[in-house]
């Protein structure tokens, strides 16, 4: 069980929102693009995805080509377990004429073969067919294996990095180490996901889900079963955020109220009668209820435009029995969810106004403030000639 | 009754349409967005379409996002009546974290009220409630009351203006003063709406709008009742633009050729006999009728597309009668609009030709060639550093 | 009959596919419009679409401005058959305001009247009717003709070339005289047109139709009619490449897998028992089969996108003939298009990765390497600031 730090909230009075230019200037996003997303680990789904051999997912996980951001393709990936159960990413790109070789979605392969000239990959990425390039003098199977991309787990959860040499996962999660060790999320196995295409910079459903001052006007139903003002963080500082709000035990979010499942945690009593909230930097909000794990993974699209894939994951001794009701948790965080895109996107549509400016936030968006603090300094990092403040 | 100054015309012999880039090129409409459109008086509306304390309606002043054009948001504006039956403008910008306050639309509200954190504002703009403020050092409400906009009424019409010191709105309509006063448009009352997006730039409507040369090609119904070739010009030069057309005594424009209802000037029986168009740069196009008063807002959205409000006005009296057919009226302008707007978005296709080289105007369209020479003298005021000619 | 000169195959051993930015970068895009399709002669259609004295069709030559490329609009020419018979293009453009002159399509048309202010022009292009034009100063309808635009005939099809001086037409084709002169090509006629929007650069569809390496694979029912390795190129560098597929006698490509129509070239036996590919740089497929010619006119909209305009053609007296099964080979061609779109949009997409590099052509991939030579010497040319390798 862990020890919940209380941490001294560092709330700096004065601390305002963001500039406009944040939300709204291609140049911004295409700097976090470049110094954020492509160099932190950003996560791309769960291990129970692909749960056997040859299964894979592909993930997009830069913005796509509509974002109208010059140079900037969307970096598509395909996620595959291979035949050592060993979970690794490629680049979905040919390395004979450039080709897709798998298009968006999920399925199962025995080799990776590209649908134009049948070239062939095995699951660990090596070139193993290619018909007619024996004729081509030099040509050498070796050195046309797939690109692969760097990729870990933490938790269960699978990251990537499209930097060339990035912090080790296990240092970058360093400081979470053991914090949720026994919530068991790398067994949780996932049961549903939502898309939703949200017009509003991704910064904005930060700020919005580290915060309850929101609650009781956006979210009526929601603050019936945990008072907004009684959540309480115990990490305040840093790329991991958030804390946590008290439930009536044998309750969750659900449209029901109560838990719809086998707890996800059987260990940690205390922990029934909470629900968490934490926010990994860069894309991932990670909520943690007694009955059941919502993730949601943020990908930005362009400076106006997030698309925000939300996971739902249960024990997996869960599913077959006859109190399973996973629609009862869908139904509440999908309303839940549509609330606070609208918010989202209001914001988006005021900030663009010539009238906005920062405006003062309350003790109670120190997370907010926590999270700008931190998205300021990531964008800082490693720019000499950089015209951001 | 006012005295028809017949003017001579000034037509420039040699005068030729606009150069292509000022129908096409991006920097032209940030320019023009810049120079005219945040400098000038626009009209956003009639002061009958919010009749009592609290009526409001949201207005967007400024090109949407969607143009492309980096930097430039939407302006959307509440335009509300207060509590001393005045008439006032806000940037619809939360000062908190800059959310729109009131969606796109029309309603009523007791207080302005942000959908967010429930930051509340009175009629007149000032912050009245900021929940979890007060424990804010140095928060203070009153410097946080909505930014609003410079904002009058000219013949009942109601203008906004988005410059810092702007030309007093009575100075500007100085030269119409009393030229429309036995008209009664303060006193009139909005019937219906249409909106229109045209695929053409805001430029071609106006010149579309200034002269009947078309007439008998794309208006075969009005010049039946019309004849497109008894214009008279009142107003040949400057930002006031315009004259009139004889109509048979006891028609109108309308499906029926009949009057529709009441007039809307019971005083001059002379001008019951006359249709007059006159367009208010840089946004209003005014077309009175014996029986009603048509408006035209235009709104650039980009170089090569416009939105375009068309309202119907009556007198406050013909609302109850047996002789309002007010259909009659609305059927005839919307398919005249329509003809009108399929040649602008022709023009628009082939002014984008490398082969378009400026034309020359005939002696009918001495309207359009007046209203180009005040939209050059516009840009080129102020700036000392412009490549325009 | 021709004879198929076998050539040497100037394959260069180490090929390898364009770099990155010829297929995704905006400004080679202009680099191409400017270079190649505003300077080389390019395919708008076939003397058959325009039969009679005043038959017209609507050609757009260049990309369309939803391409987003600022200052390119599109160029839209009205191609015409005059009263001595003569083919002639003219831009779509009204001498007087711009206005585009004929909207999208086909028709028959007495004289070119403007939609806007009657303006009327012969079907040589010269002004023969102006409203009220008379009474301005110096006016003179001989100086407003519509625009010509330079164009010929090849073999019965029409090419327009937007240079002030063109190379001249036969000059450019003299390569090829009488290499198709047996092929009847100018007197077929045209049955049927699909046009297809594709999410791929227009070169990634010249080098699909290029080579038949990724039949198997992707079109399973034409490997069956032409064994995918029996190729013989007869055109191997150059602005004209290709070659021709043998297929039994009788057969053609269609879905029964029989002929579908009265043979095209009925002197030349030995040519029924082969399929011909060529491919006539830039924006022509000509694909001539025993019974039936398609031709594919490419019109590149963007980096990413292509119009796709595919005809067929048939004999003149195919038509009335009961062995005339045309939907045969349209089934056939309809399908197999939309195989090859496919692959090429996805590589489009991995073309567009971080991960993407010239990947090694085989040496069944010649005639590709020799496009993207002519392609590379094409864009070279006359450029002395050039940043292109």
């Not at 699978?158 to 970058?172: C, G, M, Q, R, S």
């Not at 008290?246 to 969750?252: C, H, R, V, W, Y």
């Not at 029995?321 to 309303?335: I, L, Q, T």
Request: charged share 20%; aromatic share 12%; hydrophobic share 35%.
């Amino acid at each position: 069980m862990p020890v919940f730090r209380k941490t001294v909230e560092t709330f700096t009075a004065g601390a305002k929102t963001l500039a406009q230019r944040y939300f709204v200037a291609p140049e911004v996003f295409v700097e976090e693009q470049s110094r954020i997303f492509s160099k932190q680990w950003v996560l791309v789904g769960h291990q129970s995805q692909i749960e056997k051999t040859g299964d894979y997912f592909v993930s997009e996980v830069a913005p796509s080509s509509d974002s109208g951001v010059t140079g900037l393709g969307p970096e598509s990936l395909i996620i595959i377990r291979d035949k050592n159960d060993k979970v690794r990413g490629f680049y979905n790109v040919c390395r004979h004429r450039g080709t897709q070789l798998k298009e968006d979605g999920r399925g199962h392969a025995s080799v990776i073969q590209c649908p134009y000239h049948a070239w062939t990959y095995g699951l660990d990425g090596r070139l193993i067919g290619a018909p007619h390039m024996d004729d081509v003098p030099g040509f050498d199977k070796a050195d046309y294996s797939l690109h692969a991309v760097n990729l870990g787990l933490w938790e269960g959860f699978i990251f990537v990095n499209l930097a060339d040499k990035p912090t080790p996962l296990e240092e970058w999660f360093a400081h979470l180490a053991a914090k949720f060790s026994h919530w068991n999320l790398a067994q949780l196995r996932s049961a549903k996901r939502i898309a939703y295409d949200v017009r509003a910079n991704w910064k904005l459903i930060f700020e919005n889900y580290s915060e309850c001052y929101h609650c009781p006007g956006v979210h009526p139903a929601l603050s019936k079963l945990t008072p907004y003002d009684s959540a309480e963080n115990d990490l305040a500082d840093g790329p991991f955020l958030g804390g946590f709000m008290p439930i009536m035990k044998g309750k969750s979010l659900t449209m029901s109220g109560n838990a719809c499942a086998l707890p996800v945690d059987d260990v940690n009593a205390a922990d029934h009668a909470r629900v968490f909230y934490y926010s990994i930097f860069p894309n991932m909000l990670l909520s943690m209820h007694p009955d059941y794990v919502m993730v949601h993974q943020l990908w930005p699209q362009s400076p106006e435009r997030t698309l925000i894939l939300c996971d739902w994951f249960f024990h997996p001794d869960a599913f077959e029995r006859s109190d399973f009701h996973p629609n009862d948790a869908f139904e509440f965080w999908d309303m839940t969810n549509k609330q606070d895109w609208h918010v989202c996107e209001l914001s988006q549509k005021g900030i663009g106004s010539r009238a906005y400016q920062p405006g003062p936030y309350s003790q109670r968006e120190s997370i907010p403030a926590a999270f700008d603090r931190e998205y300021l300094r990531q964008m800082k990092r490693g720019s000499s000639k950089t015209k951001l403040d």
